[in-house]
């Protein structure tokens, strides 16, 4: 097994080549777009059917923002194969998207997806937001138990494109419509003009603006 490890935000997201439900997939294969990439604890388990299924209904959501989902865990292909069917059978829901094969647990290392202390042999519940160059960009780590909110990995995304785009910083619970954060000044003269730039300015550290 490959030792874990974390990755670290705006570094390059660590390479990977491997076997999933819709053939061999690697981090160059999703160059040029974002990735979700996450992982679930086991297959034909409830928390993971759930997250699957929301998943599933949000990849139209993530298609239209030029993002891909990508799913793994320590199963085989076959397990992951058996487990989406029965989804769609029991759910009536289709997984659109391929599923990484990880049973030397090396993607799962490379991403520090196991914990110890949460489990000896399973990934735990994280997601990993990858840019259009490779660069991790946010990761987010739930326990065994609780499942994820996929419209806050949507709202997530929608608020990091927004700030790449604009060079905004966004507000807790910012939605797509709402003021965005104005970059502080950084030096006493930009602190001195900002009252007349036209912001909705607080404090000279703290303006907002409409897009």
């Known amino acids: 097994m490959t030792t874990s490890s974390f990755p670290r935000l705006n570094e390059a997201a660590p390479d990977f080549s ?32 759930t997250e ?28 992951h194969l058996a487990w989406t069917q029965n989804i769609q059978e029991r759910f009536g829901v289709t997984i659109p998207f391929p599923i990484i094969e990880d049973i030397k647990m090396e993607v799962a290392g490379a991403y520090g997806m196991v914990h110890p202390g949460a489990a000896d042999t399973q990934a735990v519940r994280a997601t990993f937001f990858i840019d259009p160059n490779g660069m991790l960009r946010a990761m987010v780590y739930y ?43 950084k030096t006493p003269e930009a602190i001195a003009k900002r009252a007349t730039e036209g912001f909705n300015t607080v404090d000279w550290y703290f303006s907002t603006k409409k897009l």
């Open 18 to 49: 491997a076997l999933t439900t819709h053939g061999q997939r690697s981090l160059a294969d999703y160059q040029g777009k974002w990735l979700v990439l996450f992982s679930h604890p086991a297959d034909f388990t409830p928390v993971c059917t």
């Open 143 to 185: 326990p065994m138990s609780n499942g994820r909110s996929i419209d806050e990995f949507v709202r997530l995304l929608q608020a990091m494109q927004t700030s790449d785009a604009h060079k905004v910083a966004t507000p807790e619970g910012w939605a797509p419509g709402g003021d965005v954060i104005v970059p502080a000044p």
């Open 52 to 79: 699957f299924i929301g998943f599933a209904k949000a990849a139209d959501t993530f298609a239209k923002m030029n993002c891909e989902l990508l799913g793994l865990s320590i199963d085989s292909v076959f397990s």
